[in-house]
């Protein structure tokens, strides 16, 4: 082998290895980029009524919309938190202890606006499964929690804490 051509195959390993871990840490679709390790964006099932029933659309969202997202998950934690009376503050939901994952459905209601369903927990024992599919799961308390925003309006609500109402 040439000196040059061990340089283009040394080339094409580099950049097949940048490629490969770059996949690994996120995902692009329609030029959004969300932490994979993270964050799922699980497709809408119209045949289903939950999250959203069969009157909604789904929907696509984009990189601002997520980061509106994020910072509504922060708004909505905090009212909630900040609403709890003393006798209660262990179900206090703790954004930074926690590793929360969420998943996220992004529709359309019959007005055209843009919703979101996030549904956010803290263990996912060991499954990958939560990449694709909706996690349910019984009590729990404030490690599983979920909420709806309306990203047309910047306004959350319906947050349900499993265990907690």
Partial sequence: MTYKFQIRILTIIICLTN???????????????IDTSKTAII???????????NTF?????????????????????NDYN???????????????????????????????????????????WGSETWKTEIMTVLDGGKCYFNFKINLTTKKFYDLGVNGNG
């Fill in 19 to 33: 490629a490969i871990v770059s996949v690994g840490q996120g995902l692009t679709t329609n030029k959004v980029k």
């Fill in 43 to 53: 497709p809408f099932d119209s045949k289903s009524i939950y999250p959203f029933d």
């Fill in 57 to 77: 659309k789904e929907s696509t969202i984009t990189q601002d919309e997520i980061q509106t997202i994020e910072n509504l998950l922060i708004d909505c934690v």
């Fill in 82 to 124: 900040n609403k709890l009376d003393k006798d209660h503050k262990q179900w206090t939901i703790d954004l930074t202890k926690y590793n929360y994952r969420k998943q996220l459905i992004v529709v359309k209601n019959k007005k055209g606006e843009k919703e979101v369903w996030v549904n956010c927990f803290c263990d996912t």
